[in-house]
Nanobody, 126 residues
Framework: QVQLVESGGGLVQAGGSLRLSCAASGVTFSSFTMGWFRQVPGKEREFVAA????????DYVDSVKGRFAISRDNAKNAVYLQMNSLKPEDTAVYHCAAGGRMTVLSIRNANLYGYWGQGTQVTVSS
C-alpha cells in the first residue's frame, strides 16, 4: 500500500522559514518523480515544485523561485521542501505527490501523479 505522509507545516511570520518533509512507503521511491502542490480552499490546486527520480532536474512555479528548494533522499524514501522568505500568499495546504518517470516538460502536470499525501497546513501571518 502506497503511503505519503507530509510533516513540517505550521504557523510562521512573513519572512520566516519552514521545511516540509514527505515520507514515502510502499513505492519504489527511487523510480518516482516527486512533486509538491498546494491548495487554498475555493481555488485550484497549484504546482509548487518537483524533482525527477534521480534529482537531476527540478522545476518551480515562478512565484517561489529563489525562495523554495526541493530535494530528495532516496536512501530515506523522503522528499523535502525548504521554504524561505515566506509570504502570506504562500498560505495553503501543501501536498506531496509521487508519479512515474517524467520529463521536465511534463513535471508540472498533476494528472501524471498517481499518489498523494493528505497534506500539511502552512500558514504565513503578515
Amino acid at each position: 500500500q502506497v503511503q505519503l505522509v507530509e510533516s513540517g507545516g505550521g504557523l510562521v511570520q512573513a519572512g520566516g522559514s519552514l521545511r516540509l518533509s514527505c515520507a514515502a512507503s510502499g513505492v519504489t521511491f527511487s523510480s518516482f518523480t516527486m512533486g509538491w502542490f498546494r491548495q487554498v480552499p475555493g481555488k485550484e490546486r497549484e504546482f509548487v515544485a518537483a524533482i525527477t527520480w534521480n534529482g537531476g532536474n527540478t522545476d518551480y512555479v515562478d512565484s517561489v523561485k529563489g525562495r523554495f528548494a526541493i530535494s530528495r533522499d532516496n536512501a530515506k524514501n523522503a522528499v523535502y521542501l525548504q521554504m524561505n522568505s515566506l509570504k502570506p500568499e504562500d498560505t495553503a495546504v501543501y501536498h506531496c505527490a509521487a508519479g512515474g518517470r517524467m520529463t521536465v516538460l511534463s513535471i508540472r502536470n498533476a494528472n501524471l501523479y498517481g499518489y498523494w499525501g493528505q497534506g500539511t497546513q502552512v500558514t504565513v501571518s503578515s
